[in-house]
T-cell receptor
Framework: AQSVTQLDSQVPVFEEAPVELRCNYS??????LFWYVQYPNQGLQLLLK??????LVKGINGFEAEFNKSQTSFHLRKPSVHISDTAEYFC????????????FGGGTRLMVKP | GAGVSQSPSNKVTEKGKDVELRCDPI?????LYWYRQSLGQGLEFLIY????????KSGLPSDRFSAERTGGSVSTLTIQRTQQEDSAVYLC?????????????FGSGTRLTVV
């Protein structure tokens, strides 16, 4: 079984500041990793994913994430945030050998202030 | 269709009534998933369909919850005798399966309020 922990339920940050949203996972097998974003009153949208290869993954809207196998982490970063980045961010994992279900973390609410 | 469509977008119902939530996945997507998002909570897995069969129903919280999928396409999630704790956003997602999953496409959800 897999589990995902997003340590911060809320992250307030000022506009144009850098941000890091933390994600740690637990799994007995190798996994694929995902970040989703949910804007107010909308469904979830895929930001980026790690399947294999380079551990630094770039996604939409200037976000990137780095897979660290030894620390079982997949933290999401953006060097300069905008007001429009205010949203809920979810980290998710899936075993890369079988199964279809994504396991999600509890989410982190990013609040960008002017 | 172009995306995953869910209806209704909002539903207010009285406690004890039955409700049906509909999900129309992306054409050609063989896998379909239902999740529940309660206020301030993460995503809670409910049920997964591969084609018309449901190999994983482990997340359904009680026997008041059921789901079906017909024609390998549209799915309906039914909640009988609704309770106030059923109030949540119900999200549907679909993916194209060929032995691997590379992420889902989500619908915008149905916000269910039980009063």
């Amino acid at each position: 079984a897999q589990s995902v922990t997003q340590l911060d339920s809320q992250v307030p940050v000022f506009e144009e500041a850098p941000v890091e949203l933390r994600c740690n996972y637990s799994s007995s097998v190798s996994v694929y990793l995902f970040w989703y974003v949910q804007y107010p009153n909308q469904g979830l949208q895929l930001l980026l994913k790690y399947l294999s290869g380079s551990t630094l993954v770039k996604g939409i809207n200037g976000f990137e994430a780095e897979f660290n196998k030894s620390q079982t982490s997949f933290h999401l970063r953006k060097p300069s945030v905008h007001i429009s980045d205010t949203a809920e961010y979810f980290c998710a994992v899936k075993p890369n050998n079988a199964g279809n279900m994504l396991t999600f973390g509890g989410g982190t609410r990013l609040m960008v202030k002017p | 269709g172009a995306g995953v469509s869910q209806s209704p977008s909002n539903k207010v119902t009285e406690k004890g009534k039955d409700v049906e939530l509909r999900c129309d996945p992306i054409s050609g997507h063989t896998a379909l998933y239902w999740y529940r998002q309660s206020l301030g909570q993460g995503l809670e897995f409910l049920i997964y369909f591969q084609g018309n069969s449901a190999p994983d129903k482990s997340g359904l919280p009680s026997d008041r919850f059921s789901a079906e999928r017909t024609g390998g396409s549209v799915s309906t999630l039914t909640i009988q005798r609704t309770q106030q704790e059923d109030s949540a956003v119900y999200l549907c997602a679909s993916s194209f399966e060929q032995g691997q999953t590379y992420g889902y496409t989500f619908g915008s959800g149905t916000r269910l309020t039980v009063v």
